[in-house]
């Protein structure tokens, strides 16, 4: 099946399996940019939601609402809780918990992506900034530990390839409900429309 043969995929209709982003180790100012750029890719490619553990960013908060007002979908940002209570709370719920790191099983050349798949419970992603704690790496909190090759690089790129490859590139041709402005893609120059 070709590009344009491929049926657009709704938002909410992609797989059965939620996504949640959970970031760890935000520093305020020295991490906003970055942080905002994670949020906004889980945005975009496919995440219900994002949680900033342990840590809270007002301005941060306004500017994910503020795009997902204008750009559309449903996407939560909630900040200012323990990283600990959201991995119980996700757990207790029957979700499963991924971690992202280089030292992990490799999402290439091993089958953790169709363990993952498998295991058809909604998915936490955890992505770090600053060094995690140890305890991340062990099944007290993560189901599932996975790089994007093993080479490390940044956290903004691992969420959008795992994303990709999870979805399998559908995300891409989403449409997102509410949006007061769509972009209608061009050969050249910025096309919109405002809703
Ligand atoms: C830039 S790294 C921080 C590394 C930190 N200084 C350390 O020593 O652990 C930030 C985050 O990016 C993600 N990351 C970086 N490289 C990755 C890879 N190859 N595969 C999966 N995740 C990766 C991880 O979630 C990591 O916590």
Known sequence: MNLKQSPKIHNQERRDQKIVVLRWGHRIHR??????HVALTARALGCSGFILSDSEDKKLKETIEKVTRTWGGNFFFQMGTT????????KAQGGVIVHLTAYGENIQTSDVLNRIKASKGDILIIVGSQKVPKIFYTNEVSDFNISIGNQPHSEC???AIFLDRFFEGNE???SFQKAKIKI???KRGKKTLIQ
Do not use: C, E, V
Not at 31 to 36: A, E, G, H, N, P
Not at 83 to 90: A, L
């Open 157 to 159: 790129s691992a969420l």
């Open 172 to 174: 891409l041709s989403s």
């Open 31 to 36: 991490d906003s940019r970055l942080t905002s």
């Open 184 to 186: 209608i893609p061009q």
């Open 83 to 90: 990283w600990k209570s959201n991995i119980n709370n996700w």
